[in-house]
């Protein structure tokens, strides 16, 4: 019933800028943490940024001061605004969110199906 859906992604070459968005729908009480979190070929699934409910933000160390974690609340999305983008960010992007159904007395995690991002000369 609940979902998440990304969307933005794209082919850019390195230093190029790209803006990622999450929207969540269904029958949601609340969203808790949010979250991007990203995939490459070979690699595991690491956690790109997160931002709590009150805007509270939490960056992987690769990506400080390039990427910006965003949330509308009264929307229910989360953007990744990502800046001098390079090679090794080229991944699948993943939204990921805590969030509580309406009538629901506990947060469950969601999962988006994911935007591919690939940074290329």
């Known amino acids: 019933q609940v979902q998440l859906v990304e969307s933005g992604g794209g082919l850019v070459q390195p230093g190029d800028s790209l803006s990622l968005s999450c929207a969540a729908s269904?029958?949601?009480?609340?969203?808790?943490?949010m979250g991007w979190y990203r995939q490459a070929p070979g690699k595991q699934r690491e956690m790109v940024g997160v931002?709590?409910?009150?805007?509270?933000?939490i960056y992987v160390d690769s990506v400080k001061g390039r990427f910006t974690i965003s949330r509308d609340n009264a929307k229910n999305t989360v953007s990744l605004q990502m800046s001098s983008l390079k090679p090794e960010d080229t991944a699948r992007y993943y939204c990921?969110?805590?969030?509580?159904?309406?009538?629901?007395?506990?947060?469950?995690?969601?999962w988006g199906q994911g935007t591919q991002v690939t940074v290329s000369s």
């Open positions: 269904g029958s949601i009480f609340s969203i808790n943490r």
């Open positions: 931002i709590s409910s009150g805007g509270s933000t």
């Open positions: 990921n969110a805590d969030i509580k159904g309406m009538w629901k007395t506990t947060y469950l995690e969601y």
